[in-house]
């Protein structure tokens, strides 16, 4: 919902073209450094699940600080930490996966995970397309995600593992 219209939202608030290029650039390094970065993160954890939490914790916080300030500093800032924990998400789940449904389950879950991986990726898609032509602004998708960023994290502290 972010990634896809990053362009858009950073034109909305009067970012230059220039400044956009350089901050759409900046988020595919960091989409590969935070695939680098937590996932080796991730293989230090006992319990890979919480790599998830941290994941959650890092968005839900840029996401509320741009909803407050909603400013030409704070939107790109988080677009590329959000862009670096949708590279990290990415690269630590064949790790989890296998945690949970053991190695010789890894390749049937990852199928069925990636193809839920790519239908929310046209759903938020679609989300901000919505949400862009009922307020006629980019800035509300912050709201939404941050919502769903929460509701995420609330799902992943009770849905834990029995040992």
């Known amino acids: 919902a972010l990634i896809s219209t990053a362009s858009p ?3 909305e608030q009067g ?15 960091f989409n590969g450094i935070g695939r680098l970065i937590f996932s080796a993160i991730s293989d230090k954890l006992r319990n890979r699940a919480n790599i998830y939490k941290v994941i959650l914790l890092i968005s839900i916080v840029v ?6 300030l909603a400013d030409t500093i704070t939107i790109p800032i988080t677009l590329i930490v959000i862009s670096a ?4 998400g990415f690269s630590c789940l064949p790790s989890l996966l296998s945690d949970i449904f053991g190695m ?22 679609q989300i901000s397309g919505l ?3 009922i307020c006629s ?12 960023y929460v509701i995420a994290l609330v799902l992943s502290l009770l849905l ?3 040992s």
């Open 160 to 162: 834990v593992k029995k």
């Open 104 to 125: 010789d389950n890894v390749s049937k879950i990852h199928g069925i995970t990636l193809t839920a991986w790519g239908f929310a990726g046209l759903v938020g898609n």
């Open 137 to 148: 602004s980019y800035l509300p998708i912050f709201i939404v995600i941050t919502v769903l």
């Open 63 to 68: 996401s509320i600080i741009t909803v407050m």
């Open 85 to 88: 924990c949708y590279g990290a």
């Open 131 to 133: 949400i862009y032509s």
């Open 9 to 11: 939202i950073m034109t």
């Open 15 to 29: 970012i230059t073209s220039e400044f956009i290029t350089i901050v759409i650039s900046i988020m595919g390094i």
